[in-house]
């Protein structure tokens, strides 16, 4: 991308435009009402990839439990993942876990403000740095996300790949120079711009009628701002094929603990394998002709599609106690009614409920 001319009074108009229209139009989110710098980190990890509506229940959930960044460092990682449960991507908890950590013991328990301190952090990239840098504490920081490399690319007319190197760059740069121009707070205009993308410059269908920069808008006028922001295309998820054993009686269940450096690290699921379902029958001491297929789950992640085929057998009283394989660091048999208290994936809930083991006990029908 070639570095655009930015008019100095396209630029005002625009960003006049744009904060009044956040002012009146932006929703009425939890961590908009705070500019606690902890929080803000919270809810900006919690809302990477993941949509505001769901975020906030996790967002409200975690602040409670844990309302600080010392809190955060001295909770038992076990807790953490438990309340980001159902999020997914548990990786951005075990960082931002981790970086607590770094925080209290680097930095006296307060979060850095400039943006290259933030990037220090385990977990916190560009995005992040920025968002918290603009929002928490008003430096002069761009945010580029999916939403806004979408309205900027379409406002300048920009056709360059935004998930090549020198698209992502570009975008950048012009982030970078719309903030320094600015003349009212950075943490308002990096949300005006995203709440723009998020509910009127949608990806297939903007609203241009009810945009309030359609005067500023390069791409409105030339016609071309559908087909923008230009993206290559991602590679088609690894489709990886995995067999659950569930044994469960009808008041408790077989979980194992996932080994912490890998995948859905830290959470538990019933043992499962992407090898020899017999090696996995043999650690769980089960009889092959004792497990039935009850049915397969889907799971997709946004690097991988998983494919997961539900064996059910019958926990016995005694055992097993093995591990079930090497990926995993702990098994236990877990009262049903305390199925919650164990950190699971989403994919393990399908599984469970696939094999018609819930919170309550085996359901009526079940083996
Ligand atoms: Fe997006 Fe349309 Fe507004 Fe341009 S006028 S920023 S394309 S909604």
Redesign the pocket.
Known sequence: MTALALEPAHVRRLQARLLSWYAKAKRDLPWRRTRDPYAVWISETMLQQTRATTVIPFYERFLAALPTVGALAEAPQQQVLGLWSGLGYYRRARMLHAAAKHVVTAHGSRLPEAVEELRGLQGVGAYTAGAIASIAFGRRAAVVDGNVA??LA??YSIEDDVRAARGNAGMWALAQRLVDRLRGESGDWNQALME??AT???PRE???D?????G?????ASGI??Q?PRMSRKGRPLTVERVAVVLASPARVLLARRRVDLLFGGLWEPPSTDGEIGALAARLQVDLRGLDHVGDVVHVLSHRRMEVKVMRGALVRKGPSLLPGPDYDAVARVDLAHLGERPQASLTRKILEVANVCPRGLRSGAK
Do not use: D, F
């Open positions: 979408r309205v379409r406002l723009l993308g009127v410059c949608l903007p609203r241009c009810e945009c309030p920069v359609r500023q808008c390069s791409g409105r701002a559908k923008l």
